[in-house]
């Protein structure tokens, strides 16, 4: 059987020693390996591949030999579950439930919550379950505790934002540290907050781009996953780079999602480790 381990902790001398040794002395064969080591920070991050069936004591024996305040973790291949939020527009959600279709993301889309009803024909297309929390008459805190219930009722290891125009209150943000990824249209840090296309433009940049990030506390300020461009010219109004933009954004949200269901992302303080 595959598996894949992943590994975070203090940095000492010796650790891939140690683990490697472990997983010889369990019969797992590594079949692929990936490290790093945050100098500044002193931390230390691994992904391992591997064949075999490890003992059940297997994690317990690498927390014993690795630093104190270790994260390990195993992971079998199944499914990476996920609930997807949006508002109303289709380009990111809809890319990710055709890669679903196409069975090309190892993730399982658990359901998608809204709050408006547009965009319920695309999803129940996919046959996937799709909810309606409507924000009308409820303050945000009131508003976030409904939608997130409803996704704890789901469980999920990730929660995507895909092109959800609403501003997470603290406590949901607290709720779900360290499991929602945005999808930014913008090349963060630049043109942050609302019609990034409109400031681009103004601005006469040449390249626009798309960013996927975890959300914190700070607007558009996460750890950042992944971002991609693609050139543009004067010749270029804001309304034709916020076409082109549309493509970037899916294309780089689609991506995030790909990388956190192969267990290649680990949040470093207010930056990540992206294994390739």
Avoid: W
């Avoid at 002193?42 to 690795?66: D, I, N, Y």
């Avoid at 399982?108 to 297309?125: H, S």
């Avoid at 930014?184 to 433009?201: C, D, N, V």
């Amino acid at each position: 059987m595959n598996y894949i381990l992943t590994t975070q902790c203090a940095d000492d001398t010796g650790l891939i020693a140690k683990i490697t040794g472990l997983c010889h002395q369990n019969n797992l064969n590594i079949t692929r390996n990936n490290e790093f080591v945050d100098k500044d920070a002193q931390r230390f991050f691994m992904r391992t591949e591997l064949e075999g069936k490890p003992h059940s004591e297997f994690l317990s024996q690498l927390r014993a030999v690795l630093p104190k305040g270790a994260k390990v973790a195993l992971h079998d291949g199944a499914k990476t579950k996920v609930v997807l939020l949006a508002t109303k527009e289709a380009h990111c959600l809809g890319g990710v439930l055709l890669k679903q279709f196409e069975q090309a993301l190892n993730i399982e889309i658990l359901a998608v919550i809204a709050n408006y009803p547009d965009l319920e024909p695309l999803v129940k297309g996919f046959n996937v379950p799709f909810h309606v929390i409507s924000h009308e008459g409820l303050t945000r805190s009131e508003h976030d505790k409904k939608v997130g219930d409803l996704i704890a009722s789901y469980t999920p290891d990730i929660i995507g934002l895909a092109k959800y125009m609403r501003i997470l209150s603290p406590e949901f943000v607290g709720r779900f540290d360290g499991q929602i990824i945005n999808i930014h249209h913008s090349f963060l840090p630049a043109f942050i907050g609302a019609k990034p296309y409109h400031q681009a433009f103004e601005r006469g940049v040449k390249i626009i781009g798309a960013t996927a990030h975890f959300v914190n506390n700070e607007l558009d300020e996460g750890p950042i996953i992944l971002q991609d461009v693609t050139g543009v010219t004067h010749a270029n109004t804001a309304q034709m780079m916020a076409k082109m933009g549309k493509d970037v954004e899916k294309t780089v949200f689609c991506k995030a999602l790909q990388l956190a269901s192969e267990q290649k992302l680990f949040i470093n303080g207010n930056k990540t480790v992206v294994f390739s």
